[in-house]
């Protein structure tokens, strides 16, 4: 009965492994990829706020701007992105729920665009963005956070069922 008990919660605890790695590379490849549409949204006008915005409190790299800088901005934002991919398997993954989803990806806009607007030099007032800034952001936000929840919550609806689709 014993050991029983002990490979119930090693396989707990492997899933529980499991589930932390795929959060994390839900989290890497939305954030890279999100923030590779928002790249192209700047680069087509719809946006004038592009990745590098996450470099705007280091006024010294003359160069975050340019498309070196912005790349390094699509990377620095997916490894943030997994932290945000983290809380949200911890404190959210039981939500399985496109609006709150969507929710959680307008409060992350907010908490940029309005939290963080004083230590991002680069961050216009929210009065003075124009409409296509506004539209576009929210939008890319929004569908940043429907990817990650919904992702999350799949993959946590999945392992509680006691199913696994991969080939271990």
């Known amino acids: 009965m014993v050991r029983h008990k002990k490979k119930i919660k090693g396989k707990k605890k492997n899933k529980l492994s499991k589930s932390i790695g795929r959060t994390a590379i839900t989290g890497l490849f939305?954030?890279?990829?999100?923030?590779a549409m928002g790249?192209?949204?700047y680069l087509l006008n719809f946006s004038i706020v592009g990745p590098s915005l996450l470099f705007a409190p280091l006024t010294f790299w003359k160069w975050r701007n340019e498309i070196g800088g912005q790349l390094i901005a699509i990377t620095?934002?997916?490894?943030?992105?997994?932290?945000?991919?983290?809380?949200?398997?911890?404190?959210?993954?039981?939500?399985?729920?496109?609006?709150?989803?969507i929710g959680f990806g307008l409060l992350?806009?907010?908490?940029?665009?309005?939290?963080?607007?004083?230590?991002l030099n680069?961050?216009?007032?929210?009065?003075?963005?124009?409409?296509?800034?506004?539209?576009?952001?929210?939008?890319?936000?929004a569908l940043y956070g429907l990817f990650i929840g919904?992702?999350?919550?799949f993959?946590?609806?999945?392992?509680?069922?006691?199913?696994?689709?991969s080939n271990q």
Request: charged share 10%.
């Open 30 to 35: 939305g954030g890279m990829f999100w923030s």
């Open 39 to 41: 790249l192209i949204c």
């Open 76 to 101: 620095g934002i997916g490894v943030i992105s997994i932290l945000i991919a983290l809380i949200y398997m911890l404190l959210f993954s039981k939500i399985k729920s496109i609006w709150f989803s």
């Open 108 to 119: 992350l806009w907010g908490c940029v665009f309005f939290l963080c607007q004083p230590f």
């Open 122 to 141: 680069g961050l216009p007032y929210l009065t003075r963005l124009d409409r296509n800034t506004l539209t576009t952001t929210l939008c890319l936000y």
């Open 150 to 153: 919904y992702s999350i919550s």
């Open 155 to 165: 993959d946590f609806e999945e392992n509680s069922k006691g199913s696994n689709y």
